[in-house]
């Protein structure tokens, strides 16, 4: 990676070293996340000195996502991910498992539409993003069949194939993998947890469905690593002298695919029931309502028939 400025680290690993404020010299994916962070968090702000309600905890869900995104992308344990199999793929899992949900559950289109001028440089800005929202290709970046061989592609095709060793050799290759796993883990989340304004919105057992298919993929894919008798990836095969064996370096990274993988998909399982729950509580509740205004007109002509049936067998 000469072609690029990298730092790499020299120290062995550990837990300090990899919390170790060590940006790349060019920190793509900490610099988004600390511009996303500060959109929104300007977003809310806005809304509340206008009076207008914006919940807190979806304020936190966002900006923990962007801490996230920083800490894993601008810390030391990016400086390691380029050597050793286990952080890098901690790193993927990061990004496609753990930071999507925090951000998707902070509804930012949302709060793009509310906090965002009707003139000026707004209405532009309303304009586009209303239009990439209806239009047939957000359509089809957010159906299931789209996001779950993203998934597939990202653990068994390029871990599988040469493509891990061609992409990670490079300084491009190891940025645009990074992502395309941030990119790939929000296109998977977004129809299943969004509260936005989508083009189309999935029921709720469908949203399960879906995630409830993706949860195997990384869990066996997990195991296939950990049982696997020799490096899968030739550019994890020989890390820096630091007292690590590429074997049981990658016996960790499995290990994590298996086990770290499947408790943000939990976590969305449990959400999930959750809103489902309370949406047939509501339903009910706005059935029983209209009920008590207009009464409940089926119910009552199917009463009338069995009682018109009832009287004509008392007359025979």
């Known amino acids: 990676m000469a072609e690029w400025p990298v730092w790499l680290p020299t ?12 940006p790349q010299p060019i920190p793509l994916l900490p610099m988004v996340a600390v511009l996303s962070g500060a959109l929104y968090l300007a977003g809310a702000v806005r809304l509340w000195r206008r009076g207008t309600r914006w919940s807190v905890v979806r304020t936190l869900s966002f900006l923990s996502g962007c801490a996230a995104l920083a800490v894993v992308m601008g ?11 286990s952080v890098f793929m901690f790193q993927q899992l990061t990004l496609m498992m753990a930071v999507p949900p925090l951000l998707v559950y902070g509804s930012p289109g949302t709060l793009l539409l509310r906090a965002t001028p009707r ?9 586009a993003a209303l239009g990439a929202l209806r239009s047939r290709w957000a359509r089809i970046a957010l159906h299931p069949v789209v996001a779950v061989p993203l998934f597939l592609v990202s653990f068994y095709g390029l871990y599988f194939s040469s493509a891990a060793d061609v992409l990670l050799s490079s300084w491009v290759g190891h940025n645009a993998l990074e ?32 995630l409830f298919a993706e949860m195997p993929l990384h869990a066996f ?20 002298q630091w007292g690590v064996d590429p074997l049981a370096d990658q016996g960790v ?23 489902w729950q309370r949406e047939d509580t509501r339903r009910d509740r706005l059935a029983d309502a209209r009920a008590d ?23 025979r």
């Not at 941030?182 to 399960?208: A, E, K, N």
């Not at 205004?293 to 008392?314: I, K, W």
């Open 119 to 127: 003139t000026g440089l707004g209405r532009p800005v309303l304009a």
């Open 75 to 85: 810390a030391g344990i990016e400086g390691y991910g380029f050597s050793m199999f």
């Open 293 to 315: 205004v207009v009464g409940t007109p089926d119910l009552d002509a199917y009463n009338d028939y069995l009682d018109m049936l009832g009287r004509r067998r008392e007359q």
């Open 253 to 275: 990274a499995g290990g994590l695919a298996w086990s770290y993988g499947e408790l943000p998909s939990l976590l969305i399982v449990l959400l999930l029931l959750v809103r």
């Open 221 to 240: 894919f997990g195991v296939i690593v950990m049982m696997s008798p020799q490096p899968l990836v030739d550019w994890f095969r020989a890390p820096p």
């Open 179 to 210: 992502v395309v796993f941030l990119l790939s883990g929000i296109l998977f989340t977004v129809p299943i947890m969004s509260r936005d304004p989508l083009p189309v919105h999935q029921p709720q057992w469908g949203r399960l469905l879906d």
């Open 11 to 22: 120290a062995p690993p550990s837990l300090a070293e990899y919390l170790s404020w060590n």
